[in-house]
Nanobody, 114 residues
Framework: QVQLVESGGGLVQAGGSLRLSCAAS????????MAWYRQAPGKQRELVAA?????NYADSVNGRFTISRDNAKNTVYLQMNSLKPEDTAVYYC??????????WGKGTLVTVSS
């Protein structure tokens, strides 16, 4: 079992920055990939950034967002710069195990005002 807890969301003005954190606990050794997803009002959940063998970003955030990890703290981060109103969404941390099992955090809300 893997538990994921996101933090760092909040209200920010357009052009501002936020850093989201996802702390993992439990069977950490089973995790192969970690990623950030988001779901905006009225839209489907989408992949924002993934970290595994390589890092990948959605076209909409590429160049503005950075995913990183602190292995000592079992934590993955999402640094979000130059935020836009369209970035407003609930952001979810995801962990995929070597067996293909997915674990999700509860999500943290990011609201970007214009």
């Amino acid at each position: 079992q893997v538990q994921l807890v996101e933090s760092g969301g909040g209200l920010v003005q357009a052009g501002g920055s936020l850093r989201l954190s996802c702390a993992a606990s439990g069977s950490i050794e089973t995790i192969k990939f970690m990623a950030w997803y988001r779901q905006a009002p009225g839209k489907q959940r989408e992949l924002v950034a993934a970290s595994g063998v390589k890092t990948n970003y959605a076209d909409s955030v590429n160049g503005r967002f950075t995913i990183s990890r602190d292995n000592a703290k079992n934590t993955v981060y999402l640094q979000m710069n130059s935020l836009k109103p369209e970035d407003t969404a609930v952001y979810y941390c995801n962990a995929r195990t070597y067996l293909g099992q997915d674990y999700w955090g509860k999500g943290t809300l990011v609201t970007v005002s214009s």
